[in-house]
Nanobody, 125 residues
Framework: QVQLVESGGGSVQAGGSLRLSCVAS????????VAWYRQAPIKEREGVAV????????YYHDSVKGRFTISQDTARNTVYLQMNSLTPEDTAMYYC??????????????????WGQGTQVTVSS
């Protein structure tokens, strides 16, 4: 089993920055990929960014490219999401998810069996 705990959410004005953290515990050796997802009210959950834990490869949703950066600190079992130039459209609950690489697209939820409880990000104009 793997447990994930997110932190770092909050309220900021447009143009501001936040850094989210996701700390993993438990059987972390079984994780090969960690992703951040978000879900806004009445919208579907969408993948924001992912990092492959072995080779540090990253992928991003088109809407956050150039603004968000995903990174990991393997010694601390922590994955970060640095979010810059935030806009009101980034307002959502952000979730950390851990799982496996597969033949599917990086944001296929079927490949992430472990999820955190989420942290709220609110961006005001």
């Amino acid at each position: 089993q793997v447990q994930l705990v997110e932190s770092g959410g909050g309220s900021v004005q447009a143009g501001g920055s936040l850094r989210l953290s996701c700390v993993a515990s438990g059987n972390t050796g079984s994780i090969s990929r960690v992703a951040w997802y978000r879900q806004a009210p009445i919208k579907e959950r969408e993948g924001v960014a992912v990092i492959d834990t072995a080779d540090f490869n990253t992928y991003y949703h088109d809407s956050v490219k150039g603004r968000f950066t995903i990174s990991q600190d393997t010694a601390r079992n922590t994955v970060y999401l640095q979010m810059n130039s935030l806009t009101p459209e980034d307002t959502a609950m952000y979730y950390c998810a851990a799982g496996y690489r597969s033949w599917r697209s990086w944001d296929a939820v079927q490949d992430y069996p472990w999820w955190g409880q989420g942290t709220q990000v609110t961006v005001s104009s």
